[in-house]
T-cell receptor
Framework: DTGVSQNPRHKITKRGQNVTFRCDPISEHNRLYWYRQTLGQGPEFLTYFQNEAQLEKSRLLSDRFSAERPKGSFSTLEIQRTEQGDSAMYLC?????????????FGPGTRLTVL | GEDVEQSLFLSVREGDSSVINCTYT??????LYWYKQEPGAGLQLLTY?????DMKQDQRLTVLLNKKDKHLSLRIADTQTGDSAIYFC??????????FGAGTRLFVKA
């Protein structure tokens, strides 16, 4: 257990529905990252926050995706109008963010299945 | 663009050494990492190496970096069944962006 928690661990939804995932990082960590991992692949960067500010978004993050970290603590990732191609593991990671060698601590992920 | 490549599978016998290889394309990479992912768990940082180093040893783990060839390897000595997992190579130039390989699945036979 790295100290980063994600909920739910599994989500099955029908195409077109909206889903929201939550990530609780390690409490003193300033940076929070979202990644997507599909079967047989490594994590792909989606977005990251420095405290409550969302500083970078990948081109993978379409308009249907939105992430927030309102108080600089937990974060949510919402996917609107889900598509079958959204099925993946969504990983959250956090880090101190105070140095170049910025060790990221990963949560166990939320596995999304879109039917 | 940036890319990290790894072989997909490796099978070894318990007690043997495992060597997992990785190549990367970004010559400005500052840090190179090895992460381990076990079933149902998130990624766990095993070790990392700074780009001005050739080698780093940490107990059973040895990381070798050939910066000229952009080649990174992870050697696990005396491999145990508990080492069975997916191992990800990753690189970053410092800052927020880390690029991961697709992972090497290590099978350890008893």
């Amino acid at each position: 257990d790295t100290g980063v928690s994600q909920n739910p661990r599994h989500k099955i939804t029908k195409r077109g529905q909206n889903v929201t995932f939550r990530c609780d990082p390690i409490s003193e960590h300033n940076r929070l990252y979202w990644y997507r991992q599909t079967l047989g692949q490594g994590p792909e960067f989606l977005t990251y926050f420095q405290n409550e500010a969302q500083l970078e978004k990948s081109r993978l993050l379409s308009d249907r995706f939105s992430a927030e970290r309102p108080k600089g603590s937990f974060s949510t990732l919402e996917i609107q109008r889900t598509e079958q191609g959204d099925s993946a593991m969504y990983l959250c990671a956090s880090s101190l963010g105070d140095r170049d060698m910025d060790e990221q601590f990963f949560g166990p992920g939320t596995r999304l299945t879109v039917l | 663009g940036e890319d990290v490549e790894q072989s997909l599978f490796l099978s070894v016998r318990e007690g043997d050494s495992s060597v997992i290889n990785c190549t990367y394309t970004d010559s400005s990479s500052t840090y190179l990492y090895w992460y381990k992912q076990e079933p149902g768990a998130g990624l766990q940082l095993l070790t990392y190496i700074f780009s001005n180093m050739d080698m780093k040893q940490d107990q059973r783990l040895t990381v070798l970096l050939n910066k000229k060839d952009k080649h990174l390897s992870l050697r696990i000595a005396d491999t145990q069944t508990g080492d069975s997992a997916i191992y990800f190579c990753a690189e970053s130039t410092g800052g927020f962006k880390t690029i991961f390989g697709a992972g090497t699945r290590l099978f350890v036979k008893a």
